[in-house]
């Protein structure tokens, strides 16, 4: 079997006295849809940042569909095809919908030195990211200034942004976090209409989220990975139970 | 796209500026030209630094510096008989280009509060060094030989030819300007001054597109310079103080950053007001230093950016 798309060994990283993430290994297969839980504070935004590029590894390496990617920053890593949604909200806000979406495309299309040509006018970076804003259910506010979007909305947006850089591998950061029920049903059903066709690492403390759409889950504890399994065998585990306290009965 | 509202001030505008020679013809008022060419080419400095400030975020606090190179360049050639304009010319904006390529180099790397101190350190080293040449008469500056030369295609002696070259060429930077902002290049620079995690995140690398804003930036402040040598005939290190910065940055956003007619209300309202209460008042700085703080508290997206359009989009 070829090498999963994206292999994690050792990956660390310490804030101060804090290890943030610790030895961290993984591996995920090409296609696999792989969820991160864990309590607050356990380093799944931090993992998540080490693995996009935003973040340097104290330790570690990364290596991406065959590729170390250790030492490459974010933007070089996007351009490989890592793409990613921020747990805190991050769009263009002051630029509509679509050109959120088309500047997406553009940092996809070539160097950017051009300095003439109308870009909003640029049918090329127009109607793919048109598509891709119609393909998450953002057609009809193309035009809509990002700010003024509601937050489930925001949230697509980006989903819409990191699709329209054709990723192989799509790192989100609780995609439904502080969204209504209807609005995160949306957003899962948006997310399982991915699955399959793109890989995924989800982070997320929706279970119903991670349990619809996870085919292996790993479960992150002051910095480590303790456990990674089948959503049947993390559900399971005892340590998992124990380190999950407070929201076993979510498990 | 440009809002409508907009288009029309700035149309009207720049006939407003076309129609200033032959008024002051008319009142008898020939220190008008002067004035206007004066307030043309500090919007020219000011149009300049609001593509690193307003579209780049960037918040440069020496612009005054290529302003300064830009002068001497055009004043040191002359000093050694080289009065021809297209040398002159050249050279101010290739040097002050140059300045802004190791300076942007070396400060576009940090943010905030470190990027405004580097780059005014190094404006400021510029003017110690301006007072530092004895040879280009010091802190005292020197007097401009003759103005530049063009071959007899345009005297520049001629304060009307020399008002026209500059509203042309305040036109030309403007059309430039609306080019870029709006196209691959601009919306590079505005999306990392909108988020630049985001930016980085889906795949550009902002540090050369925002250094290339800055020398491109730093090059149009150097003409600026070459043509305010032309202005007053005369160059001294004051050019490049660090308050002569704040104040085009004041223009900037006076008339409306992230604008491109912005910095030319700006220049003009805040040159204008100078003028006017400088004639009525010794104490004039009193009532302009007020004015301005309720501008900046009232009007945060400036004078021009008072009319509507949304200011990002309407590069
Ligand atoms: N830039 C930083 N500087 C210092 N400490 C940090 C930094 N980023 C994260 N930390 C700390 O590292 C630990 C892991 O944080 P991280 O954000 O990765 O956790 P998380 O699993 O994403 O938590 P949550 O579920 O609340 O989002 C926390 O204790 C956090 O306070
Ligand atoms: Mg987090």
Redesign the pocket.
């Known amino acids: 079997m070829a090498e999963p798309l994206i292999v994690i060994r050792g990956l660390s990283k310490s804030?101060g006295g804090?290890r943030?993430t610790d030895r961290v290994d993984l591996d995920v297969p090409e296609g696999e849809t792989h969820a991160v839980i864990?309590p607050?504070?356990?380093?799944?935004?931090?993992l998540i940042g080490q693995l996009a590029g935003d973040l340097r590894p104290d330790a570690g390496m990364t290596r991406f569909a065959g590729q170390d990617v250790t030492a490459l920053d974010a933007p070089t890593r996007s351009r490989l095809g890592l793409a990613r949604s921020f747990?805190i909200t991050s769009i263009f806000r002051d630029f509509t919908a679509v050109d959120n979406v088309a500047l997406a495309v553009q940092a996809h299309s070539g160097h950017s030195f051009r300095f003439w040509r109308p870009a909003r006018a640029e049918r090329a970076l127009r109607d793919p990211a048109l598509a891709v804003l119609d393909s998450v259910g953002l057609g009809d506010r193309a035009d809509v200034l990002a700010a003024n979007l509601a937050h489930g909305e925001q949230r697509q947006l980006e989903i819409a942004m990191a699709l329209a850089t054709r990723p192989r591998l799509l790192l989100l950061d609780e995609p439904v976090a502080g969204m209504g029920l209807e609005e995160s049903q949306r957003m899962v059903r948006l997310l399982g209409g991915l699955k399959g066709r793109v890989t995924i690492v989800l982070v997320e403390?929706d279970m119903d989220a991670v349990f619809t759409l996870a085919d292996r889950i790993s479960v992150m504890v002051y910095g480590r990975i303790i456990a990674t399994g089948t959503p049947e065998e993390v559900r399971g585990n005892a340590e998992v139970r124990r380190a999950y306290l407070g929201e076993e009965a979510t498990l | 796209m440009l809002h409508r509202s907009r288009t029309i001030v700035m149309a009207v505008g720049v006939l407003a500026l076309a129609l200033v020679p032959p008024a002051a013809a008319a009142l008898n008022q020939p220190f008008y030209v002067d004035l206007f060419r004066r307030m043309m080419i500090f919007a020219l400095a000011a149009l300049s630094l609001d593509l690193v400030l307003g579209y780049g975020g960037m918040v440069s606090f020496g612009h005054a510096a290529y302003l300064g190179i830009g002068a001497y360049a055009v004043g040191i050639l002359a000093f050694y008989g080289v009065d021809n304009g297209f040398l002159q010319w050249s050279a101010a904006i290739a040097a002050s280009a140059v300045a802004a390529l190791v300076i942007g180099a070396i400060s576009i790397r940090t943010s905030g509060v470190s990027f405004i101190m580097i780059t005014l350190a190094f404006a400021q080293m510029l003017y110690y060094l301006g007072i530092s040449l004895e040879t280009y008469g010091g802190d005292n500056g020197m007097p401009l030989r003759t103005r530049s030369q063009f071959a007899g295609l345009i005297d520049l002696r001629n304060p009307y030819a020399f008002y026209y070259l500059v509203l042309a060429l305040l036109v030309l930077f403007l059309v430039l300007g609306h080019r870029l902002v709006n196209a691959r290049f601009g919306m590079v620079i505005r999306a990392a001054k909108s988020n630049e995690p985001r930016a980085r995140a889906i795949g550009f690398s902002p540090f050369r597109y925002k250094l290339v804003a800055f020398v491109l930036a730093g090059g149009a402040c150097g003409l600026a310079g070459a043509l305010l040598a032309n202005q007053t005939e005369y160059l001294t290190p004051e050019f490049m103080h660090w308050t002569r910065s704040g104040e085009i940055m004041f223009m900037v956003i006076l008339g409306g950053m992230g604008t491109l007619f912005g910095p030319v209300v700006g220049a003009i309202v805040l040159l204008g007001l100078e003028d006017v209460l400088s004639a009525l008042t010794e104490h004039w700085q009193i009532i302009l230093g007020p004015f301005l703080v309720l501008v900046v508290l009232f009007a945060k997206r400036g004078l021009f950016g008072l009319l509507p359009g949304e200011v990002l989009r309407d590069g």
């Open positions: 804030f804090l943030a864990g607050n504070g356990a380093g799944k935004t931090t747990q403390h």
